[in-house]
């Protein structure tokens, strides 16, 4: 008989190692289950590449910048640096999905798109020279 701590120690040391998807990793093959039956005791964290809620409409979303990488962060959570390919979601509660790409260098300025669901586009891309917006800016207001 197996030992499940065991099993669930090497399960979490091989997510923590590299055993889920990298940050830059190509996810034209398509989403999947966190586990199938036969991993019942799956407890590594879903592929942030594939995992889908059930129930949630998704597409593969192509998310680059220029002149630069920068760190892309979806509804606050860090998905990867550009570029990248990521299946993004939504539910019939979701007004709308934020994507982030913050500057990985100096000089330039966050950036923030605000995707109104459905649908989601095919690309976006962020120029991180951009000026960064404020409140009281004209260009903000329109």
Not at 59 to 83: F, M, Q, R
Not at 85 to 107: C, D, I, M, N, Q
Not at 122 to 136: A, D
């Amino acid at each position: 008989m197996t030992n499940r701590p065991t099993i669930v120690l090497t399960l979490a040391l091989a997510a923590l190692s590299g055993g889920c998807a990298t940050a830059n990793l190509d996810c034209s093959a398509g989403p999947k289950p966190r586990c199938d039956a036969a991993t019942e005791h799956c407890v590594a964290p879903p592929d942030p590449c594939r995992y889908i809620p059930p129930g949630t409409s998704n597409d593969l979303v192509e998310i680059e910048s220029s002149p630069t990488p920068a760190a892309i962060y979806v509804d606050g959570n860090y998905i990867g640096k550009t570029p990248l390919k990521r299946y993004l979601w939504f539910s019939s509660t979701t007004r709308a999905v934020t994507v982030v790409a913050e500057p990985l260098y100096p000089g330039q300025a966050r950036q923030e798109q605000h995707l109104q669901v459905p649908p989601l586009p095919k690309r976006l891309s962020f120029f991180m020279n951009n000026p960064e917006k404020t409140v009281g800016d004209e260009a903000a207001v329109r």
